[in-house]
């Protein structure tokens, strides 16, 4: 079973996130930020993980740990459901388009974190939502899911098109990253022989 359940509880948020990896994309995403349990929603749909999140943060000071601690508690689960990433495609990129907004991301399951994200939001706000914490987000499920990702905002205008194509070109990405390669089921796809 390529699933995993973290709970993770600071004096900033108290976290419980599952996931199955070889799910159909049904969700049932719960952080009292509205924009984000939509967004979370997408990488759900469209990665067709399995996801439930909960999240009791600290909303009072602003939206910033909640979606950052999520990110990291979403990136411990993946690398927790990953396992030995035994027969996995490993990379995996999506080129999405949202009426305005066109972004490409790229990843590598690699285990080593690196983001690089050229995606420039137009707003400050979407609604009451920070949009610097899209890139809070990826960074956190970057470093500690062990992924290599690369996002680039080809066009866009639209705020909330912007990120929402980001959430879900990554979410492509993953679902074709991690989907098991029937040729090379049995083995770890690196010539190292591990990830
Ligand atoms: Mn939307």
Same mark, same amino acid.
């Given at each position: 079973m390529r699933s995993a359940a973290i709970t993770r509880k600071t004096a900033e948020t108290d976290i419980s996130v599952k996931i199955d990896l070889d799910g159909t994309g049904t969700y049932d995403n719960r952080t009292s930020v509205g924009f984000f349990d939509h967004m979370l929603d997408q990488l759900s749909r469209h990665a067709l993980i399995d996801m439930t999140v909960r999240c009791s943060g600290d909303l009072h000071i602003d939206d910033h740990h909640t !979606?950052?601690? !999520?990110?990291? #508690?979403? /990136?411990?689960?993946? #690398?927790? #459901?990953? @396992?030995?990433?035994? /027969?996995?495609?490993?990379?995996g990129s999506c080129l999405l388009p949202m009426d305005d907004a066109l972004v490409r991301a790229a990843l590598d399951l690699s285990g080593r974190p690196y983001l690089v994200w050229n995606v420039a939001l137009p707003a400050a706000k979407? @609604?009451?939502?920070?949009?610097? *914490? !899209?890139?809070?987000?990826?960074?956190? *499920?970057?470093?500690? /899911?062990g992924i290599t990702l690369h996002v680039d905002l080809l066009h866009g205008i639209n705020a909330h098109h912007i990120a929402e #194509?980001?959430?879900k070109a990554v979410a492509r990405a993953l679902r074709d990253a991690l989907e098991v390669d029937p040729r090379k089921a049995d083995a770890v796809p690196s010539t190292k022989g591990m990830l």
């Open positions: !979606v950052e601690d !999520v990110g990291i #508690a979403l /990136g411990q689960a993946l #690398a927790q #459901a990953m @396992g030995d990433k035994r /027969g996995i495609r490993r990379y979407i @609604g009451s939502f920070d949009t610097e *914490l !899209v890139r809070e987000f990826f960074q956190a *499920l970057s470093t500690h /899911g #194509a980001a959430f």
